[in-house]
């Protein structure tokens, strides 16, 4: 059987991560589920020093590897593994370590550029787009980063102003007309979760 590809994408915080586990968790007993996220595609930035590191436009499609990305689904589809690469938030660049990831029966890619980028676009059977307001999805960054990324109020505001709002604007946001889905509140829409589940196991089937 072909894999499924469900794209989650939506702003920062918006809740993807949400939707992506809980339709991870739903159809995981039915068959074998990958998932995947677009952030780890980051581009290896190694020559760079870690002050260089900081002032890149993280937000911009052109930051990310998205060519690696559709040779591993296409990998993925055609029955084999990959080494995808994973990413360390905190160094601002690509982590040594890969992850092994086996084909499987359904592929859940989650990222905010991921329906902004015509070559993944093609790639995806479901598109969801995860919509929440904008003072949320900033509180939510806020909080993530400083606890768990190591940043400062500052260095998070100042990157949310200067590249994130930008380029959500200019990108993210244009890219929901591709959805199949939106999907309010941030990730905690259980009709909607049950809709999709609906459809994943249709297509199993």
Do not use: C
């Amino acid at each position: 059987m072909k894999p499924i590809v469900i794209g989650i994408a939506g702003g920062t915080a918006s809740g993807k991560t949400t939707i992506a586990k809980k339709l991870f968790d739903a159809t995981s007993s039915y068959g074998t589920v990958a998932w995947i996220k677009h952030d780890d595609y980051y581009l290896d930035l190694s020559h760079l020093d870690l002050e260089d590191r900081k002032k890149t436009n993280f937000d911009h499609p052109n930051s990310y590897d998205s060519n690696l990305l559709v040779e591993h689904l296409r990998q993925l589809k055609r029955g084999e593994s990959i080494k995808k690469p994973t990413y360390d938030f905190v160094e601002h660049n690509r982590a040594k370590t890969v992850e092994v990831i086996k084909p499987a029966n359904v592929i859940i890619l989650e990222g905010i550029m991921i329906f902004a980028v015509p070559e993944i676009l093609s790639e995806l059977d479901i598109k969801i787009f995860v919509e929440t307001p904008d003072d949320i999805r900033f509180i939510r960054r806020l909080k993530r980063d400083i606890e768990k990324r190591g940043r400062s109020l500052e260095s998070v505001v100042n990157q949310y102003l200067g590249t994130v709002r930008p380029m959500h604007l200019q990108f993210v946001e244009p890219s929901k007309k591709f959805a199949d889905l939106i999907v309010p509140e941030g990730g905690h829409n259980e009709v909607a979760i049950d809709i999709l589940v609906t459809k994943i196991f249709k297509l199993m089937s």
